[in-house]
């Protein structure tokens, strides 16, 4: 079955605890993309990557950390949590066609709390 | 289930009647959009899309229209059912590499 994963569901932490959220595809789509929910502002992009070892910062990169080691795995690393980083986290992934974007297809989410 | 949205639109609508959600976009450089529906406690799912050279794309039950001139966009769901009931994003892509989205709006249906 074709699909997004992500892990952990659920976290909850601390303040100043480094976490990593993992996304895998199963797809073999090239682009990968980390968004944030949050109540009254939709979704926001927070990294995105092109391809393997190719990565560029969305509109709300700051505090976070991803890496693109792998076509199928695109982490989502927080090396010092803070609690505005409290949030629903959404990857997405989706392959390039003719030079432009097509859908990109979600993962379930994590909701994170950071105390 | 997940808070989407504290204070999304919302439109309520009979089941068996048409709903029209509408998307105001930004940048009139952007040349691709998609229609996200996102029930509670799941991902956004993909609807359906339509690029710039079009006006009109017509799915199962869902028809996409794109108003370039005034830079709108709306979802039409024809016979609206229970399972529709949802918060519906739009998004658009400016043949960079990234999707803004829209604030969304909330979609509930009355049996």
């Known amino acids: 079955e074709a699909q997004v994963t992500q892990n952990p569901r659920y976290l909850i932490t601390v303040t100043g605890k480094k976490l990593t959220v993992t996304c895998s595809q199963n797809?073999?789509?090239?682009?990968m993309s980390w968004y944030r929910q949050d109540p009254g502002l939709g979704l926001r992009q927070i990294y995105y990557?092109?391809?393997?070892?190719?990565?560029d910062k969305g509109d709300v990169p700051e505090g976070y950390k991803v890496s693109r080691k792998e076509k199928r795995n695109f982490p989502l690393i927080l090396e010092s949590p803070s609690p505005n980083q409290t949030s629903l986290y959404f990857c997405?992934?989706?392959?390039?066609?003719?030079?432009?974007?097509?859908?990109?297809?979600f993962g379930p989410g994590t909701r994170l709390l950071v105390l | 289930g997940e808070s989407v949205g504290l204070h999304l639109p919302t439109l309520s609508v009979q089941e068996g009647d048409n709903s029209i959600i509408n998307c105001a976009y930004s940048?009139?450089?952007?040349?691709?959009f998609i229609w996200y529906k996102q029930e509670s406690g799941k991902g956004p799912q993909f609807i359906i899309d339509?690029?710039?050279?079009?006006d009109k794309r017509q799915g199962q039950r869902v028809t996409v229209l794109l108003n370039k001139t005034v830079k709108h966009l709306s979802l039409q769901i024809a016979a609206t059912q229970p399972g529709d009931s949802a918060v519906y994003f739009c998004?658009?892509?400016?043949?960079?590499?990234?999707?803004?989205f829209g604030g969304g709006t909330r979609l509930m249906v009355k049996p």
């Open positions: 997405a992934s989706s392959s390039r066609w003719r030079g432009q974007q097509e859908t990109q297809y």
């Open positions: 940048n009139s450089a952007s040349d691709y």
């Open positions: 998004a658009e892509n400016n043949a960079g590499n990234m999707l803004t």
């Open positions: 339509i690029r710039s050279n079009m």
């Open positions: 990557s092109m391809n393997v070892e190719v990565t």
């Open positions: 797809m073999n789509h090239e682009y």
